[in-house]
């Protein structure tokens, strides 16, 4: 396990210029993460290129992007799309003729899930097969790239890949009682883990979260060389999630979602980056802050740590009439004779829950669920969600927003000089970036 590294000061190096090129590793689908530093790569005059990770037809087959879905896909990323699909994991590949794992696991019960066992040969030959398929279309693309990218240019690729759960009735009936059960609906998230099920699962998000860097990293090692070799330089980065420091008690301490199940590969994805970086690549996993986004919105709770952050943005520098605005929006999006105060007053008391504390322990990352865990932090989240005007109008998508605009420019000039394979980005440098765009 990596150590807590938290990035203390905010970065000013750029190394990055028009005729540089920046590859997005990962489709851009909506907002998230990425769009910041897409940002930072558009405003130094950065060539963008992206990948998709193809369609499935009817027959589930992966196909490359017709044409109107190729012109949606470079209008929303604003670059030129390399339209080969790939699509990391291997939940949907086989040998011919033979079951997917999705096929597999589409037909266990609910109620028979725990006991329902897998072809653990079958599912290797299934994941060899997706390895391969994968590997394939990256040497295709990375074709393209070498072809895209100029001698002396400096590239930045982008990795965004994560996720990798089958698409399954079942699956998704588990984790609404893994990830929002309270009581009777309550479920272990160790039971799940236990399972054939869940180890696939740790399996598949092995592969699309944490060895797709890898593999990017050792596919672009001619790209890499040619590059340096005349006169370039070239970075990759990854986002990771390890938890964040957030302010508790006056004071900035880490703390985490609990159970974050990707957090195994998520480890992973920091292994590669530490290897890499030893071997004199410039490798950097950025652990970011919890927000929400259409992925995340299954972890009811994740979203609690995000009220700190109108502590830390007055704390860092924030003497300023921004950060006072920050908090009169969040006001507003609250029903009418409910205070600001009391949502932060109720965050802190959650946070200094006898429960929620034993959480708040580093070295055993990730851990499992609890009942008492479900109670307190599934009750708090639907508790402050019921006093908004808006379930679709949250102060945490206002916040969620505002540490997306600080983490862009935080991670594009860091990788101009980064300081190590793994970094954290707390609320305490988040906030002192956004103070820093709006001051004056």
């Known amino acids: 396990m990596s150590e807590l590294t938290p990035l203390r000061e905010i970065p000013h190096e750029n190394i990055f210029r028009k005729g540089d090129v920046f590859v997005l590793f990962g489709e851009l689908f909506g907002r998230g993460y990425v769009n910041g530093l897409i940002e930072e790569a558009r405003k130094a005059g950065m060539t963008i290129l992206g990948i998709t ?38 939940d949907q590949d086989a040998p011919s003729g033979e079951p997917t794992p999705t096929d597999l696991i589409a037909k266990m019960g609910l109620k028979t899930w725990q006991e329902d066992k897998l072809d653990w040969d079958h599912i290797e030959r299934c994941r060899e097969v997706g390895i391969k ?15 895209a990218i100029p001698d002396g240019a400096n590239a930045f690729f982008a990795h965004t890949m994560a996720g990798g759960i089958p698409k399954t009735k079942v699956f998704l009936a588990i984790a609404n009682r893994v990830y929002k ?106 652990n970011c802050p919890e927000i929400r986004t259409n992925s995340s919105d299954i972890f009811v709770g994740v979203e609690l740590s995000l009220f700190p952050l109108l502590y830390a943005l007055k704390r860092e520098n924030g003497e300023g009439s921004w950060a006072g605005e920050q908090w009169q929006i969040c006001q507003e999006l609250l029903e ?36 008492e865990l479900a109670d307190v932090m599934v009750g708090t989240s639907e508790e402050i969600t019921k006093l908004h005007k808006d379930r679709k109008a949250l102060i945490t998508d206002h916040l969620s927003a505002l540490v997306l605009e600080g983490t862009g420019p935080l991670m594009f000039h860091e990788a101009s000089a980064p300081h190590g394979p793994v970094l954290w980005l707390g609320h305490d440098i988040i906030a002192r970036q956004l103070n820093r765009l709006h001051a004056g």
Not at 214 to 237: F, H, N
Not at 347 to 361: G, M, P, Q, S, V
């Open 336 to 371: 009418e004779g409910v205070d600001l105060q009391q949502i932060l007053d109720k965050i802190e008391a959650y946070n200094n829950d006898e429960t929620i504390r034993k959480f708040r322990n580093f070295d055993a990352w990730p851990m499992d669920n609890t009942a």
């Open 181 to 286: 059960g309270r009581g009777d609906r309550f479920l272990s998230s160790r039971e799940l883990l236990d399972s054939d099920l869940g180890k696939f699962i740790l399996t598949n998000f092995d592969e699309v979260t944490a060895n797709t860097f890898r593999r990017l990293i050792d596919a672009t090692a001619g790209i890499r060389k040619r590059l340096e070799d005349s006169g370039g330089q070239v970075r990759y980065t990854a986002y990771g999630y390890h938890g964040t420091e957030i302010l508790i008690n006056g004071e900035y301490q880490w703390q985490t979602y609990t159970n974050y199940t990707q957090g195994y590969a998520k480890m992973r994805l920091e292994d590669h980056a530490e290897a890499a970086w030893q071997e004199g690549v410039k490798a950097t996993v950025f």
């Open 133 to 147: 398929r994968f590997r394939d279309s990256l040497a295709q693309v990375v074709a393209e790239l070498d072809k």
């Open 53 to 90: 990770v193809g369609r499935r037809d009817e027959e589930h087959r992966l196909r490359s992007l017709n044409e109107q879905e190729l012109q949606e896909a470079e209008a929303n990323l604003g670059g030129r799309v390399i339209n080969v699909p790939l699509m990391a994991g291997f």
